[in-house]
C-alpha cells in the first residue's frame, strides 16, 4: 500500500511514534500521495511492517478517527474519509457573535490565510456551555484554534473567562492555541494573542480627540448594562478614568431612550448600532446641528458611518483578521495589540 512507501518514522526523534504516524497520514493527504476513500493498512500489519508495538499504531488509529481523517468499515478496513485534510491549515474559529465586526475578522483571516486552508466557524453566543461544547466535540481535530473569549454572567454581564472555561482552553496545547479580541482570558496557555486593549485604548482614542471634545459641556457614554451579547465593562471603566483626569463632566446611560432629553453641549459616545440610529433620529426631529450643538462619536468603524460623516473611535478589524493568519502560516508566536484610532469627522 502507498502508506508504506510514504511512512517517515524516526526512532531518534523525541516525537512519540504514535504521533510521528498521525502527522505522517496528515502530511501525506496534504501533499496528495494519500487521497479520499484510499484504504490504508491494518494496524496488525502496520505495526509489523515496521515492527512497531500494536497498542502504538492503535493509538494513532484512534486519533486519525477521532479527528474524523480516517474511519474504520467492518470487514473491510481502513480508509481515508477527511477531503479538507487536503488543505494545508485546518482552523476552528470561535467566536462569541455574528456582528459585522466579528465577521470582518473572520472575513479578513480566512482571505488572509489563503486557498490552501479550512477554517471552520462555530457561534456560541457567549454562552459558557454551548462553548465548552463545541470545545469537547471538536477536541484534536484542528491544526489551530482561534477562540474570541467573551461570555455572559447569569445576570448578563460581560466576563472574559470563566473557571470552568479556562480550565478547558488550558487543554489545548499552546502551539495550536490563538486567543483573539481579548487578552483577558487568564489561560496559562495562550502565548499567541492577538488582541484589543479596550480600557486604554478608549481612554487613549478620546485624549486624541480632546481638542474638540473639550468643547462639549458634557460626555455621556451609552452603555448596555445587561444585554444578551454584553461588552467589556473596561470600555466603562476606560471612559470614567478619561473623563476625571480631563475634568470632564459625565454621565453614563444604558441605552438610547426614546424621547430622550437632549441639551445643547452634550456629547454621546454609542456603543450599539441601535442606540446611534435612535440618537441620530432624535438629534434631527429635535433640529439640533449635528457636530456643533450636540455631538456623537461611535464605536467601530463601518463604511457607513464613513459615508455618514460620524466619527468613530475604532480597532483595525481587517488588520486582526490578516495578522492572525500570518502568524499561523508562519508559526509565529506572541501578543500584539492592534491599533485603536480616533477618525473625526462631522459629527463632533
Known amino acids: 500500500m ?3 512507501k510514504h511512512l517517515n518514522i524516526n526512532e531518534n526523534s523525541r516525537i512519540p511514534t504514535y504521533q510521528q504516524i498521525v502527522d505522517s497520514v496528515v502530511y501525506n493527504i496534504t501533499t496528495e500521495n494519500l487521497k479520499f476513500n484510499q484504504r490504508i493498512p491494518s494496524i496488525n500489519r502496520l505495526s509489523e511492517e515496521f515492527s512497531l508495538s500494536r497498542d502504538t499504531v ?17 470487514g473491510k478496513g481502513y480508509y481515508i474519509s477527511n477531503e479538507k485534510l487536503l488543505s494545508k491549515v485546518n482552523v476552528l474559529f470561535l467566536v462569541n457573535k455574528l456582528s459585522r465586526y466579528k465577521m470582518e475578522i473572520y472575513s479578513s483571516f480566512i482571505n488572509s490565510l489563503g486557498p490552501n486552508s479550512n477554517v471552520d466557524l462555530r457561534v456560541y453566543h457567549c454562552d459558557e456551555s454551548l462553548f465548552l461544547n463545541l470545545l469537547e466535540k471538536n477536541e484534536k ?3 489551530y484554534y482561534v477562540i474570541m473569549p467573551h461570555f455572559k454572567t447569569e445576570d448578563y454581564k460581560h466576563t472574559s473567562t470563566t473557571k470552568t472555561v479556562t480550565k478547558a482552553i488550558d487543554k489545548i496545547p499552546k502551539e495550536k492555541l490563538v486567543i483573539l ?13 492577538i488582541y484589543e486593549d479596550y480600557e486604554k485604548d478608549i481612554y487613549n482614542a478620546l485624549k486624541k480627540g480632546l481638542d474638540k471634545i473639550s468643547k462639549y459641556k458634557k460626555l455621556i457614554l451609552i452603555y448596555p448594562e445587561k444585554t444578551i451579547y454584553p461588552y467589556p465593562k473596561r470600555i466603562k471603566n476606560g471612559f470614567t478614568n478619561f473623563c476625571k483626569d480631563h475634568n470632564l463632566a459625565f454621565d453614563i446611560l444604558d441605552k438610547v431612550y426614546n424621547d430622550m432629553v437632549l ?10 448600532e441601535d442606540d446611534l440610529v ?6 434631527r426631529d429635535k ?9 456623537v462619536i461611535s464605536y467601530n468603524d463601518t463604511p457607513l458611518k464613513e459615508l455618514l460623516g460620524i466619527t468613530v473611535i475604532s480597532t483595525d478589524f ?25 477618525i473625526n469627522r462631522d459629527s463632533i
Do not use: V
Not at 500570518?326 to 492592534?338: A, D, P, R, S, W
Open 2 to 4: 502507498e502508506l508504506y
Open 58 to 74: 492503535e493509538k494513532a488509529y484512534n486519533i486519525l478517527k477521532k479527528r474524523e481523517i480516517i474511519t474504520s468499515i467492518c
Open 141 to 143: 481535530k484542528y491544526d
Open 181 to 193: 479580541d481579548n487578552k483577558k482570558s487568564a489561560t496559562k496557555n495562550s502565548i499567541t494573542t
Open 263 to 272: 441639551i445643547k453641549g452634550d456629547l454621546f459616545i454609542t456603543i450599539e
Open 278 to 283: 435612535n440618537l441620530i433620529d432624535q438629534i
Open 287 to 295: 433640529e439640533f446641528a449635528l457636530g456643533k450643538e450636540i455631538g
Open 318 to 342: 481587517k488588520m486582526m483578521g490578516e495578522i492572525t493568519s500570518q502568524m499561523i502560516l508562519n508559526k509565529e508566536k506572541g501578543n500584539i495589540k492592534i491599533p485603536f484610532k480616533f
